[in-house]
């Protein structure tokens, strides 16, 4: 890692970071691939404009472009850029598929059908779905904080759903990377290549010590 670590400008903080673009800075899974599909769909709908040489969906490129100067070769260029723009995209949520029928529960577990939620949740979903009391916090709570009240209640069906669409950490765990970064890496200790204490420093897996310690074979008395 090589980064000009000594500076004075501070890491921006998660919620003036994010504060732009989200106003109840709590995205979860389902916000995101929402605008990632959205904007795969737009993708998609450039490439057919393009393929027809309709710069509609560009305007600054629409000006300087008329029918003539749109050349063959020039469409390839915008379409391939465009593909590989969807590409890049996709990977984001790669199973997005399979967890298709989570997101529906977590939007709107009321008005979904029992054969529409896999089997081993059915029961619990058939007593959710009848349940009035729920009906009307559903209504007044927002989707995670709904989810976990009835935690307890329908458990299955709760974590299932809180497993997805648990808010995102945001900027913290970059956050809390650079503080690690910046202590271990001082100015007397410029040279030092620190992936591996930073990947010790990081793991949330707490070392096991004494089993280290008995995996040595010989002992150095202190002198």
């Not at 919620?15 to 995205?27: R, T």
């Not at 469409?75 to 890049?88: A, F, M, P, R, Y």
């Not at 299932?160 to 650079?178: D, H, K, M, N, W």
């Not at 793991?203 to 995996?215: G, K, S, Y």
Request: hydrophobic letters at 35%.
């Amino acid at each position: 890692m090589r980064l000009i670590f000594h500076t004075n400008v501070c890491w921006p903080s998660k919620g003036n970071m994010l504060g732009p673009f989200y106003k109840d800075k709590k995205p979860t899974i389902i916000v995101h691939s929402d605008a990632i599909r959205a904007f795969i769909g737009k993708v998609q709908v450039w490439k057919r404009r393009i393929l027809k040489k309709n710069t509609s969906s560009f305007p600054p490129l629409n000006e300087i472009l008329n029918e003539g100067s749109f050349s063959d070769s020039l469409k390839t260029e915008i379409k391939d850029h465009l593909k590989g723009l969807e590409n890049e995209f996709q990977p984001y949520f790669p199973r997005i598929g399979e967890r298709r029928f989570v997101f529906s529960l977590a939007r709107n577990p009321l008005f979904l059908e029992v054969d529409d939620v896999p089997e081993d949740l059915q029961e619990q979903f058939r007593e959710l779905k009848f349940n009035s009391v729920a009906k009307n916090y559903f209504t007044s709570l927002s989707m995670e904080k709904f989810w976990i009240k009835y935690l307890s209640v329908y458990q299955k069906i709760s974590q299932r759903i809180l497993q997805v669409i648990v808010p995102y950490s945001s900027t913290y765990l970059c956050e809390a990377g650079f503080s690690a970064f910046v202590g271990i890496k001082t100015k007397k200790r410029n040279k030092l290549d620190v992936t591996s204490d930073l990947r010790c420093t990081l793991n949330q897996t707490p070392p096991n010590i004494p089993r280290l310690v008995a995996q040595k074979s010989q002992y150095h008395s202190s002198h």
